[in-house]
RNA sequence: CGGGGUGUAGCGCAGCCUGGUAGCGCGCCUGGUUUGGGACCAGGAUGUCGGAGGUUCAAAUCCUCUCACCCCGACCA
């Protein structure tokens, strides 16, 4: 490609509009612009690499075994009632009528449609196991768009279905994926880690995300350096401190702590660590689900170090679902204000407390009384056992691993990748059965697997850039190389030396761009750099005269020179992975 | 959906408080000089000041409503 010839448009300074790193370098480096609220145009330099990424998902899909279809972007009505999903999916399914009247939604990924070829299409255990996949448009309506494409609300993702007549070929199958999304996200050259993941209201068995590390990633990942042990924050598991509960050693004391309403400013005031105290947090919770019974008051005990996990909370039955409860709510439970509330001389609701709670003695807690606390209090001794211990904070950095192996570290990520073991949720509920080898009519078992193409750019820039742009690994840059000629309108041996190398490097098969625009060197080198190009060829009459061709790679301080006869070389032996 | 903020030329912004000729930088067009890190000189084009209504002799500026967009939070296959 000539930058002549396309559609290069980049930009100074970046719109206003954009706060994150890879938003702003993606409007600058003209990948993409904006047409409406997390609504936005692939520009031709962007689809290169959303083109190059979907080329390496699309090639590890096949050599695993799966076959590509393409399932509608609008679909009725009627396949998402009949998997409950009208009514179970929220506003982030757009729906819309069509000119009968009839109602149509916009796909936000599509187990209804593909069970509904399934079931047609795979009646007999001869046809399973089956992996269908489609690289596709999604939308979702998403409350706050944001980031640019890296949570817009129309985006281009790779989703996979298969179909299974047992549970055991489903968690082959499982793992087949689990390695093939290492190998593409490896491709892809990306820094990634494989975690285990809540599996959400979509149940199932079992469920990994596949995440691109990150700083400025919207989820929390646990790890253990020692082990493979990786977990989402949403699921890591918080262990009961070793040892046990030591015995208590102080007496219980009111203590007058007057305006200190947080754990922070009482333990502040009292000198002691915030380990050492205890904060209630009081919510209403019901049973049984969306439907629930009446609301009952729970208070739940944690550390003061550390902070509630509302998964793990919503997992306990009487807190399925719950909210936070209100300030009027704690005064007539509690007797007190928030603020000075604490599980001591309690009593008509449950007490929750974190397992790190339970194995605490002589702690500080809210005395039920504006202005006060208590210390040296202990189980057992001044307050019954908790109800219910359990598990319900977030880990932090430094907790025991769950596999025993060290200690946890926390980094942050971006989800590009979901797998998940959906087992019979659709087939069941859209009757999608096949014949088995005894003639029993059976349902199919379901994975499904995704990866959000377009996010994966957005995540590539975020893991690479510097002050000067996007820095990609060569498999997704726009261009592979680029040659950059000093004066290629002013010295016709310049523009034949750079027309040639240009035409060499595509002859060996390198994805080049030739700059020839009739610019200062300034602002070629600055639009290569800014979009990213991982190597750099310049041509002038200086370097001809000695027979050389300069060499920058995108990451290199300086830039070296290569014979002129090998420079095509060096190039294509760089791209060739070792 | 709650909180905060912004809408003025393609992009970044000033002007608004204190009403009176709509500005600056970049980009764009023409000519010239330049050509190894986003050049310089001269000339030029581009605005329903997000929209509607109101106050006023007069509104980018004051008032009311509205729309769009961004940030924080909550939410989330």
Known sequence: MRTSRTLLSTLKEAPSEAELPSHRL????????????????????????????????????????????????????????????????????????????RDFVLQPTSEEAIT??????????????????????????????????????????????????????????????????????????????????????????????????ADSGEDAIAFCPGSDYAANVELAEAVAPAGGRPAPAQAMQKVATPGKTSCEAVSEMLGLPLATSVKAIALMGSEGGIDGGPERFVLLLLRGDHSLNEIKAAKIPFLNPFRFATGEEIQKHMGCVPGYIGPVGVSGFKVVADRSVAAMADFVCGANDAGYHLTGVNWGRDLPEPDLVADIR?????????????????????????????????????????????????????GCYGIGITRIVAAAIEQGYDARGAVFPAPIAPFEACVVPIGYHKSA???????????????????????????????MFADMELIGVPHRLVVSDKGLAAGTVEYKGRRDEKPSMLPQGEAVASVRAWLTPA
């Not at 979907?54 to 009949?82: D, K």
Request: proline share 4%; glycine share 8%.
């Open 394 to 446: 977030n880990v932090v950095a430094g907790d025991p691993s769950p596999d025993g192996k060290g200690a946890l570290e926390l980094c942050r990520g971006i989800e590009v990748g979901h797998i998940f073991q959906l087992r019979t949720k659709y087939s069941e509920a859209m009757k999608a059965v096949f014949l088995d080898d005894k003639g029993e009519s059976r349902p199919m078992e379901m």
């Open 493 to 523: 041996a310049v523009k034949e030396a750079a027309d040639k190398l240009y035409a060499d490097l595509l002859a060996a098969g390198v994805d080049a761009l030739l700059d020839d625009r009739d610019e200062r060197p300034g602002s």
């Open 26 to 101: 993606m409007l600058r480096a003209g990948f993409i612009r904006r047409l409406a609220s997390g609504i936005y145009t692939w520009m031709p330099l962007g689809l290169r690499i959303v083109r190059k990424v979907e080329a390496i998902v699309r090639a590890e899909m096949n050599r695993a075994g799966a076959v590509e279809l393409s399932l509608p972007v609008v679909q009725p009505a009627e396949l998402w009632q009949e998997s409950g999903r009208w009514q179970a999916y929220g506003p982030e399914l757009l729906r819309f009528r069509d000119r009968h009247e």
């Open 116 to 213: 509904d070829i399934a079931r047609s299409e795979l009646k007999s255990w001869r046809k399973l196991p089956m992996h269908l996949y489609q690289i596709q448009t999604k939308f979702r309506d998403e409350r706050r768009p944001r980031f640019g494409v890296m949570r817009g609300r129309e985006f281009v993702m790779k989703d996979g279905y298969s179909f299974h007549a047992d549970f055991a070929d489903l968690q082959r199958e499982y793992w087949v994926m689990h390695e093939t999304y290492t190998r593409i996200f490896t491709r892809l050259g990306l820094a990634f880690r494989a975690v285990a993941a809540d599996t959400g209201a979509i149940g199932g068995t079992g469920s990994h995300e596949f995440q691109v590390l």
